[in-house]
């Protein structure tokens, strides 16, 4: 069964600058999604970036970027010039690029604080 | 666009009560999902339906039914409700082999 470990229950930034959070899991397969999500107080869901495995170059999203080291199973999301808008929750989460249900796995989060 | 919503907010129920918890998309997705949060934790699969008449149970499937009747709508039936039950309840939608799923607002539930 896949697993996915986020290291840092918390992390703290100061407002403009950069915070990367770390991910990392554990598959058999080579064919999978990687997400990160953000949950900010109103608890809602937001898809922040997305990642194939099968793509080398790293996904970007405005602020947001990742490090996809694939051999590693290393996922990490960087926040550049971090906005008070950016404190939330963030979820790391891998789905399987077979199977019949395509669920996400998620880690247990990463509680970021953005200090003005 | 509505996107995928949830009915009710905010449910307080008694031990052993039953209730339904509605979950509507509006994006013509096929595959629709139930998670649970526990506190401190990541979400887990409760139920999942590839299309409308199919369903299957996720990781933690016990005290909960399903059903998919038509395309937009899946609720979650909690029978005989058990403190275990707290949490905050979500539901999602996708496309099959589209990989982003599509979240809905969450519905918290205390049982006591």
């Known amino acids: 069964a896949q697993t996915v470990t986020q290291s840092q229950p918390e992390m703290s930034v100061q407002e403009a600058e950069t915070v990367t959070l770390s991910c990392t899991y554990d598959?058999?397969?080579?064919?999978?999604?990687l997400f990160w999500y953000k949950q900010p107080p109103s608890r809602q869901m937001i898809l922040v970036i997305r990642q194939e495995a099968y793509k080398q170059q790293n996904a970007t999203e405005n602020r947001f970027s990742v490090n996809f080291q694939k051999a590693a199973k290393s996922f990490s999301l960087k926040i550049s010039d971090s906005q008070l808008g950016d404190a939330a929750m963030y979820f790391c989460?891998?789905?399987?690029?077979?199977?019949?249900?395509?669920?996400?796995?998620f880690g247990k989060g990463t509680l970021l604080t953005v200090n003005p | 666009n509505a996107g995928v919503t949830q009915t009710p907010k905010f449910r307080i129920l008694k031990i052993g009560q039953s209730m339904t918890l509605q979950c509507t998309q509006d994006m013509n997705h096929n595959y629709m999902y139930w998670y649970r949060q526990d506190p401190g934790m990541g979400l887990k699969l409760i139920y999942y339906?590839?299309?409308?008449?199919?369903?299957d149970k996720g990781e933690v499937p016990n005290g909960y039914n399903v059903s998919r009747s038509t395309t937009e709508d899946f609720p979650l039936r909690l029978e005989l409700a058990a403190p275990s039950q707290t949490s905050v309840y979500f539901c999602a939608s996708s496309y099959a082999g589209a990989g982003t799923q599509y979240f809905g607002p969450g519905t918290r539930l205390t049982v006591l």
């Open positions: 339906s590839v299309g409308a008449g199919i369903t």
């Open positions: 989460a891998y789905r399987s690029g077979g199977g019949s249900n395509y669920k996400l796995t």
């Open positions: 598959t058999s397969e080579s064919d999978y999604y």
